[in-house]
C-alpha cells in the first residue's frame, strides 16, 4: 500500500507488495524490491536499489549525497541487500568516485535508532549497529560483527567478522575477526566467545581462535613475528586463516 500523501518520483521503481507511509519522499533512480515496508517521513534517493523485505522506519534518510567535501554531484550509488532494518533516523549516505563510487549494505542487518553509515563504506550481513553507533567514510565491517551503542569507527578502518565493539568505544584501528575491542581508543579485551558460541563454532574452532588470539596479543611477539605461529594454527583450524588473513592485510595496524 503506498498512501495518498507520499510523494513518488516517475522514474522510481517500486516492486511487489511494498508499503510507503504517509509523508515519505521516493525520489528518482531509486530501485525498491518487493515486500519492503516504509514507515512515514522516510526519504530514499537515489541512485540506490534497494532488496526484498527491508524495512525503514520514520525519519530515515538513504542514499542522501554524502558529506565528504570533494563530493560534486557525482551520480554514485548505494546498494541495499535484502531483510534488513533500519530504525529511527538512520541516515546511509552514497559512495564517492574517489573510491568505488559505492556504498554497499549487504543483507539481514540491523541499524537501531540514530546510526550511521558513511560514504564508501561496505558493511557485510548479519551485522548490528546499536544506537547512535556511526561509521565514517571508507569503512569495512564483515558478517556477524557487532557495533555497541555510540561506537565511533575512524575512516578506512576495518572491523572482522565475529567482531565486537562495547558502547562508547572509539575504534581508530582495524579489530581482527572473533576480537572484542574496547575503550578511547578501544584495545582488545579478548575474543568473542558468546558470540562464536552462538553461531555454532565448535568447542574445537573457539580453543584454537583463543590460542590464536593468544599468540598474537599475549605472547610479547610483533604481529610480524605472530604470523608464522598463526599461520601453522591456520593449518588445522581454517577459522584462524581469516584471522591470519586479515592481520597480513591490514593497512592501518591492528588494535594492540
Request: charged fraction near 20%; hydrophobic fraction near 40%.
Amino acid at each position: 500500500m503506498i498512501h495518498s500523501q507520499a510523494v513518488i518520483h516517475p522514474d522510481a521503481k517500486i516492486g511487489d507488495n511494498v508499503t510507503i507511509g504517509p509523508f515519505s519522499y521516493i525520489g528518482a533512480d531509486v530501485i525498491i524490491g518487493d515486500d519492503t515496508w516504509i514507515g512515514s517521513n522516510v526519504v530514499i534517493k537515489g541512485p540506490t536499489s534497494i532488496g526484498k523485505g527491508n524495512k525503514f522506519f520514520q525519519f530515515a534518510s538513504i542514499g542522501e549525497e554524502c558529506q565528504d567535501k570533494k563530493y560534486a554531484g557525482e551520480p554514485t550509488r548505494l546498494e541495499i541487500g535484502d531483510n534488513n532494518v533500519f530504525r529511527e533516523c538512520c541516515t546511509v549516505h552514497r559512495g564517492t568516485v574517489q573510491d568505488r563510487g559505492l556504498t554497499k549494505i549487504g543483507s539481514n542487518n540491523l541499524f537501531m535508532a540514530y546510526t550511521h553509515v558513511a560514504h564508501d563504506c561496505l558493511v557485510g550481513d548479519q551485522v548490528i549497529m546499536a544506537n547512535n553507533a556511526s561509521i565514517a567514510g571508507h569503512v569495512q565491517v564483515g558478517d556477524h560483527a557487532i557495533l555497541g551503542g555510540m561506537t565511533g569507527v575512524h575512516q578506512f578502518v576495518k572491523i572482522g567478522a565475529h567482531a565486537f565493539t562495547a558502547g562508547c568505544s572509539l575504534v581508530l584501528q582495524d579489530v581482527p575477526p572473533y576480537v572484542m575491542a574496547s575503550g578511547q581508543s578501544a584495545v582488545p579485551r579478548g575474543i568473542n566467545n558468546e558470540g562464536l558460541k552462538r553461531r555454532g563454532f565448535s568447542k574445537e574452532a573457539i580453543a584454537a581462535i583463543r590460542k590464536a588470539y593468544k599468540i598474537l596479543y599475549r605472547s610479547s611477539l610483533t604481529t610480524a613475528e605472530a604470523m608464522p605461529q598463526l599461520r601453522e594454527l591456520a593449518d588445522e583450524h581454517p577459522e584462524v586463516g581469516m584471522l591470519a588473513d586479515f592481520v597480513e592485510q591490514s593497512s592501518r595496524g591492528i588494535v594492540r
